[in-house]
């Protein structure tokens, strides 16, 4: 198991024994500054996965994982300062993006309003995003997203897409 710490922040990139599952984790005294280095965590646990574990991942999919990453850690920033976690999870062909933080209001996206200016982190994920799910937790929420490592075609994400 590697093991990084740089001052708050602890992160983990460990394969899951006989599982086929590479996992890792991150925490952050969450400030907008860790907004950079949680996008630095999921590039450098992407790039590994490929170049370490020979694990298939698109420049798409490398992206979308930095950008959803980076939303998700900008409203933690905003609505629930304080302590985030973070865990990645490959699976298959499957990205798992995992957010913890402490508050406890549950995020909603805002209807479509071309005249408000901001606020459209929650869609974009949506957007991007092959699946999407948020739960209370006994402290905070959790919110879990899928994304796909491979492209199809018309280099759109492989496989399905409840949307």
Known sequence: MERLTTGCVTEQHRPTAGTGVLAGGAA??????EISRARGFVRE???????????????????????????????????????????????????GIT?????????????????RAGQHGLE???AVCQSFEVRREPVGKRVRVGISLLDGPQDDPAGPTPW
């Open 99 to 115: 957010m913890w933080d402490s508050g406890s209001v549950l995020p909603t996206a805002l209807r479509a309003d071309p005249a």
């Open 45 to 95: 646990f992407l790039t590994d996965a490929q170049s370490l574990h020979g694990l298939d991942v698109s420049a798409r999919a490398l992206d979308v994982a930095q950008l959803v990453v980076s939303e998700l850690a900008t409203n933690v920033c905003k609505y629930a300062p304080g302590p985030c976690l973070l865990d990645l999870e490959v699976d298959g062909g499957m990205l």
């Open 124 to 126: 974009i994920v949506l």
């Open 28 to 33: 952050y005294d969450m400030s907008s500054g």
